[in-house]
């Protein structure tokens, strides 16, 4: 336990199935903005002043808590975001990403938001586990952007849990983010009270919902004792999973509770895809959404159902939906996002005013003033940071500073919970 001048009043703590910051009950609303540390940079990829900016717009909105990437891998991987934070095997880091999540946080803490920093990821998109086992055993990365097979792909992550090298490297990337002195602030950050909970990875699964049933219990086993280590080196900072719930979790409700069962995991997370999951087609959505509505209810309630066996706290930290008719372009209309956001908003407040464990979400994503000229709308190095991830068209999920409608939408959800 450190000697900081922080009281432990300061950290969002969890009590039962709520969130606490001091003698208050902590329920928050989210936006998931991965780029955060990368605009923060004074590299290659920094802009301070739209960073500050759109802390600021955010801010207006009533969002104060932010999910962020605080962990990228160098890859081969056709879509990796470049540059990345994790440089090579032996866990050297990249300087200036760094500096720009320590500008970050530093901005973050001046504006009373918190941050939800995530150290890994099972998907493509930044390097995460299929870079790691690529590393360690020599083998291809099974790229699902060049490939188009998204099964072996995930296979091929899921063998990040069993490999030994990979997890001491691991370790190695969580002690020295976690362990880091803001250069701004002077505060190490298990000591900083702006960061709620680091989060071992961006939606980490046992494997393929057709072959990964087989990995699951190092994926349980993995998840336990990691979080354990987080514990250790940040006691007073929340840790927990990032996964997507069952969906995540081969599909089956019963493997996300046992997995998220261990005492070192504080709260639940899951998140919720309509249209990857094939409940909603933006293209056809008189015929789909309602169905897909009263699918995503069932799918919130049952994760609540969950959240309240365990007896802890429980956040919906991804969910979205594209522009209507899945046009890419800022200018088109977002009824339907719209829509779908003020439900699962009022799903929240509901379960909120009932006492329930139901404490915040984070939409995905928050796109700021992010802009392409881009005919297919790709993510290329140099170009402007989109909530939507390089692997993405960007604008697929975004919600832009100018998205006046979907902030209103927000900034009420907002107000709604504060009352409460």
């Not at 899945?326 to 209309?333: A, E, I, L, N, S």
Request: charged share 25%; net charge negative.
């Amino acid at each position: 336990m450190s000697n900081s001048t922080h009281d432990n009043d300061e950290f969002v703590r969890v009590d039962g199935q709520n969130f606490y910051l001091g003698d208050k009950p902590y329920r928050y609303v989210g936006a998931n903005m991965w780029y955060g540390a990368y605009l923060g940079s004074p590299g290659e990829t920094g802009d301070r002043e739209r960073l500050t900016r759109e802390l600021d717009v955010l801010l207006e909105h009533g969002i104060t808590n932010l999910r962020i990437l605080a962990a990228s891998e160098t890859s081969d991987l056709m879509r990796a975001v470049r540059p990345a934070v994790v440089k090579n095997t032996q866990g050297d880091l990249d300087s200036e990403l760094l500096l720009g999540l320590d500008f970050l946080l530093a901005e973050m803490a001046k504006r009373d938001m918190k941050a939800v920093l995530y150290l890994n990821n099972f998907w493509q998109w930044s390097g995460g586990m299929s870079q790691y086992v690529a590393w360690f055993t020599g083998t291809e990365v099974l790229d699902p952007d060049v490939t188009g097979k998204w099964n072996p792909f995930m296979e091929n992550s899921a063998r990040f849990y069993r490999i030994e090298q990979a997890q001491q490297l691991y370790r190695k990337v969580i002690r020295s983010v976690i362990t880091r002195t803001n250069s701004i602030t002077g505060m190490p950050y298990n000591d900083d009270p702006t960061i709620m909970s680091w989060q071992l990875a961006n939606e980490p699964r046992p494997g393929s919902d057709a072959d990964g049933r087989v990995n699951f219990e190092a994926f349980e086993r993995w998840v336990d004792v990691t979080a354990g280590y987080v514990k250790s080196l940040a006691p007073r900072q929340l840790v927990s999973t990032g996964n997507e719930g069952a969906m995540g979790t081969l599909g089956d409700a019963e493997l996300f509770e046992r997995s998220h069962s261990s005492p070192n995991i504080d709260y639940l997370t899951f998140h919720m895809w309509i249209k990857n999951w094939n409940w909603f087609d933006i293209t056809k959505p008189e015929a789909t959404y309602d169905s897909a509505v009263a699918t995503a209810k069932h799918y919130m309630s049952q994760h609540v159902e969950i959240a309240q066996r365990l007896g802890k706290p429980i956040v919906l930290e991804e969910f979205g939906v594209e522009r209507d008719n899945g046009v890419f372009d800022h200018k088109t209309p977002v009824a339907y996002r719209d829509r779908f956001y003020a439900m699962v908003y009022s799903v929240i407040e509901d379960n909120t005013a009932a006492g329930g464990p139901f404490v915040g979400s984070n939409f995905w994503a928050w796109g700021g003033f992010g802009k392409t000229d881009r005919a297919d709308y790709m993510w290329q190095k140099g170009d402007d940071f989109f909530g939507d991830p390089p692997q993405e068209a960007q604008g697929l999920n975004s919600v832009f500073s100018d998205d006046e409608t979907t902030l209103k939408v927000i900034a009420k959800h907002a107000e709604r919970l504060q009352a409460l």
